[in-house]
Structure formats: C-alpha cells, structure tokens
C-alpha cells in the first residue's frame, strides 16, 4: 500500500488508514473477529490505527490495544478525546483537568506509553483554546504524545488554533480529521485549502458517507442507521437528493468496471489535500472489499463525471457531518 507523509511530521502513513469506530459494542461485538480484522489490515499494508475513547465507551481501545501487542512499534496510533464519557461535565471538552485524565485512561486501554496522534474530537467552545493547546503541549514534552490533530474544525478554528499556538509557543495542531465523501464535498470550499496552506495532513473519515455509497440495494438500511436517523430518512428532501445521487454514481461506477464502494474511496484518495482516507469496516467481508479498492485510481473523465452528479464544496445533505455550531445547536447562544 502506498504511504504519504502526515502534514510536516515526518511521519509516514499509508493511505488507507483503520477506523475503529465500528469495533466493540457499537458494532462487531465479537473481539477476537475484530482483532483478527485489525491484524489483516496490518498484513495489508496499513500502517494507521485511529479510534476513539468515546468508541464503545473504551471497548474499542482495549481491542486495538489487544490486537497491537507485540506490534506497537509498526503503527502509527491514533485516538481522540473530548466528547462526553458520563453525566459529570467535566469528563469531557477541552480542558487541562480532562486532558490529563483522558489521556492515561487511553494510555491503559491501549497497552501503550505513548500515542503517535492525539486529536482534539471536537472542538470545545468553553474552553480558551490557550488552553487546550498548552495541555496538549506538555503532553508532547513529556513523550505521552508525539503529535497532536483536530477533528471536525471549520477553518475559522484551524486558522485560529494555528494562530494561537504561533503567539503562544504551543504545540500546533498537525492534522485535521473531517468528513468526506462524494455526496459531502463542502469541506473542499475552505477546509482543505487551509489545512494545506498550514502545511496540515488530513485524515478524512466516511468515504462511503455511513453507507449511501456501499453498493447495498437499499442504502436506508443498515447498522448505522439508528446512528443518525435524519440522514436517511426519505422524508427529508436531501435524502431524496442523495439517493438520485447514488443511482448515478452506481451506473458510473458500472460504467468504470469498479464497485460503488472502490469508485468512493478511491475519489477520496484522488484529492491532493488528503493524506490518508480512514475506512471503518464492521465485518471481514467489509474489510476485504475496501483492501481490493486500495490501488484504484480514477481518471480525469470519472472525476469530471462525478462533478456533474454532485458538484464540488456542495453538501447534498448538512446533517452527514454529524456536528452543528453550538451558535446555532443551543438555543440560549441565540436569544436573550
């Protein structure tokens, strides 16, 4: 499998990197079929694990760190922190105190000392982002931590972030994690091009847009359905929009002699922003199908193809990408 370099740190990736997401209780609930997952996809090439502590409550942490005893050395392991683990407000966000906390619990679930990639999972908008960064960056001088990222951020807050940690003399945020896919190209507008112009890598998360794009006879159904009901219900006009999307894109696919599934990543990949696409199979037979796809490369006509059935930095649907604005999610941000 092929490798980029993630951002300025030197470090090499492959372009396909593992999710965990689906691992554990939110997904396969068989841990030796997912440790087995985790080690074929390392027999094939992939060098990058990214999971979460919020991924099953920790469950998927402990897989991932069942599945890389006595392999540690050749991963390149990503997590993530931030959203809520319990009712007490303050296991969660951005601050120092949960920081600290989080950090070790991830550190123990995983069977490590330290992480190669640790992300910010959203960001957090009552904490000072002075703050988060200096946390971050102490973690980075002790050794727990060789790089730091973010995830989900409008490019207002990368810029931002970056700002900060240049006046501050922090650690910077190296890597961005954002949605994208062929029905979700808004990131393509702003985000991309910031994070290239900060010399960011990016790991970008979704490629088959929770399923729309997995070549299934009806992409309404499925394991991630319950996940996110308004990004598939038929009722809501984008979701119509998205569907007469996917009967275009799967006649092309045909047309191109590829899967759905291999046409989507390997538009993803396609993209000179994107450092590595990170694929979250739930089944061995997920898995395989995505490995096959890792080579493919799409020519100009496909591309140009694909922008006439979605045209570039458009969101057929807002709610795919799984965040709002917390100035418009809360109500009391908008009144007085």
């Given at each position: 499998m092929k490798r980029r370099i993630l951002g300025g740190t030197g470090i090499s990736v492959s372009e396909f990197a593992l999710g965990t997401m689906m691992l554990g209780a939110m997904g396969n609930t068989d841990r030796d079929e997912s440790v087995r997952m985790i080690h074929e996809a390392l027999d094939a090439g992939i060098n990058l694990v990214d999971t979460a502590d919020v991924y099953s409550g920790g469950e998927s942490e402990e897989i991932v760190g069942r599945a890389l005893a006595g392999r540690r050395d050749d991963v390149v392991l990503a997590t993530k922190f931030s959203y809520p683990l319990g009712p007490d407000p303050d296991r969660r966000g951005g601050?120092?105190?949960?920081?600290?906390?989080?950090?070790?619990?991830?550190?123990?679930?995983?069977?490590?000392d330290h992480l190669d990639l640790y992300q910010l999972h959203r960001a957090d908008p009552v904490t000072d982002i002075d703050e988060t960064l200096s946390a971050l960056s102490d973690l980075v001088r002790a050794g727990k931590v060789l790089a730091i990222g973010s995830s989900v951020f409008p490019p207002e807050l990368i810029v931002e972030a970056q700002w900060t940690a240049d006046r501050r003399g922090h650690q910077r945020f190296r890597t961005e994690q954002p949605p994208y896919s062929i029905l979700l190209r808004g990131i393509e507008a702003a985000v991309l091009p910031t994070a290239q112009r900060y010399g960011m890598g990016v790991l970008t998360f979704g490629p088959l847009s929770s399923g729309w794009l997995s070549g299934r006879a009806d992409p309404t159904a499925g394991q991630r359905v319950a996940l996110g009901p308004r990004t598939f219900d038929l009722t809501v006009p984008a979701n119509r929009t998205k569907l007469d999307a996917v009967e275009q894109l799967s006649k092309l696919?045909?047309?191109?002699?590829?899967?759905?599934?291999?046409?989507?990543?390997?538009?993803v990949r396609a993209h000179p922003a994107v450092t590595s696409v990170i694929i979250g199979p739930r089944t061995p037979g997920h898995l395989h199908d995505l490995l096959a796809g890792a080579d493919v490369e799409l020519s100009a006509d496909v591309l140009d193809r694909i922008d006439e059935i979605v045209p570039p930095g458009v969101n057929l649907n807002q709610d795919d990408i799984y965040y709002s604005p917390p100035a418009l999610a809360d109500?009391?941000?908008?009144?007085r």
């Open positions: 601050s120092r105190r949960w920081i600290m906390r989080a950090v070790e619990d991830s550190l123990r679930r995983l069977g490590t696919a045909s047309e191109a002699g590829l899967p759905l599934t291999h046409l989507a990543t390997a538009f109500k009391r941000l908008r009144r």
